[in-house]
Each structure stands twice: as C-alpha cells, then as structure tokens.
C-alpha cells in the first residue's frame, strides 16, 4: 500500500548544475527506527523513506514526489530533532 503523507515538510532548493534539490525533514524529535532507501535509488512520489520512532509510534518519512536518492543523512539507530534533514532528493 502506497502511503502518501502530506505533515512531512520538504524544501527545494536549485543545484549548481540546475537541477531541482528536495531536503526532507523530521517534523518529530525521535530515534531513526528504519532506513528504505540508499543512494542511488529511484523513489516515487508517496514511496516510504524511512520511520523515526516517536513516542513509542513509528512515523512514516514519505517521498514528496518522484525524484533520485542524492544523499541519507542519517543512520538507524540516529536520535533527530524536529527540522533535521533525512535525505536528499535530486
């Protein structure tokens, strides 16, 4: 099943070379629970990034839209603050 969550901020940004830069942020303070993607990877718009275990709950970190995997800023197990930057979408 597709998740599509809406609550999780992104911002772009543009690329020396031009291209669009998406940074997807925590909106919770939490403990990295799981990490989906890697470097490189394709992800659609929707398509589960990662979960940030908050308050004994698992919160979804969704795709904002279709984009390459640019960069994973955290690791399982990393303790983040609302605002942290996840990933980087290009």
């Not at 809406?6 to 629970?33: D, M, N, T, Y």
């Not at 990877?41 to 795709?63: H, I, Q, R």
């Not at 279709?66 to 800023?73: D, K």
Request: aromatic letters at 4%; hydrophobic letters at 50%; zero cysteines.
């Amino acid at each position: 099943m597709k998740r599509i969550s809406s609550r999780f901020p992104f911002r772009k940004l543009v690329a020396l070379e031009g291209a669009e830069v998406v940074e997807v942020r925590s909106v919770v303070q939490g403990r990295i629970a799981d990490v989906l993607v890697s470097v490189g990877d394709t992800v659609a718009e929707g398509d589960d990034l990662m979960f940030v275990e908050s308050m004994k709950m698992e919160v979804p970190v969704s795709a904002p839209s279709a984009a390459l995997v640019r960069s994973v800023l955290v690791a399982i197990g990393d303790a983040v603050e609302d605002g942290t930057v996840l990933v980087v979408l290009d």
